[in-house]
């Protein structure tokens, strides 16, 4: 029997896969896009415009898909997520082929909607380095002043921040974001990460998107520079799960594990009652227990006469611990 498309969309892995495709989508045409305008545009773009839109962005993402897959839009949060148990490993290439795919369309999205421009921004020649490289739109490279290990650091702690954040923002044993507001509160982390770190490696802090579009860049005509300059290529891919993964076992041993636990109480009180043994102390005798429960008096016929005694409260209960 075949299955419906209908059927097929209604997996949990298709819409899991279909969410994460969308949401990278989404957030990388919007940060690739501003990139884009600060390198071609002059004094319509800005560094801030690009923090901006990669933050709401991702904010813009979290809607589209939160429900759905959780809208990782970012390898090294899957990596974590499944590193610490919260997710099966199962899921972990469906995520990351939905994450690299939408970031791959994005990437071609932007290169089709800009090709004038960075066809009369750089003469018709596609460079990686020099003063009209336009490789740049599309994934990051470490600038002059950095060497490739100061910035495999760079990215190792700032990925570490991100996550740092991230688990203390979803973490509803401790302070979290307020119910509606989490894809916001996501999406201004990014930004104050961008505004204050991400100078020396254009942080990157996401496999997925720096090594799609710069895949997409060497099938689009700027060649092999674009994983020979300073052999950076790995770097995006390789250090931001490090640093994710860091930053979540750091907020799991120094914060989570330290927030005080309310101790745990049965939501209904009938269901402790029936914990209480209604009985009498084992010290007392058969025979006293039956005088307790009842009266005797003698008549004057010298014929005893048993008369029910006054009922034990029921709210007289010995526990048994």
Known sequence: MVSSPRTILQKEMVREFLAELISTYVMMVFGLGSVAHMVLGGSLGSYLSVNLSFGFGVTMGVHVAGKISGAHMNAAVTFTSCALGHMSWKKFPVYVLGQFLGSFLAAATIYCLFY???????????????????????????????????????????????????????????????????ALVIGILVVIIGSSLGMNSGYAINPSRDLPPRFFTFIAGWGTQVFRAKNWWWVPVVAPPLGAYLGGIIYLVFVSSTIP??????????????????????????????????HVSVSPHNRPSVQPGPPLSDSIYIERF
């Not at 750089?122 to 739109?137: K, M």
């Not at 990051?140 to 100061?150: E, I, K």
């Not at 109480?265 to 209480?276: A, Q, S």
């Open 116 to 182: 004038t421009a960075i066809i009369n921004y750089s003469g018709g020649h596609l460079t990686v380095t020099g003063p009209v490289a336009t490789a740049n739109i599309f994934a990051t490279y470490l600038p002059d002043h950095m060497t490739l290990w100061r910035g495999f650091l760079d990215e190792v702690i700032v990925t570490g921040m991100l996550q740092l954040c991230l688990s203390a923002i979803t973490d509803k044993e401790n302070n979290p974001a307020l119910q509606g507001t989490q």
């Open 261 to 294: 636990r309310k101790p745990q109480t049965l939501e209904n009180p009938v269901e402790y009652e029936d914990h209480k043994i209604r009985t009498l102390p084992k010290t007392m005798a058969p025979q006293t227990m039956t005088s307790a429960l009842t």
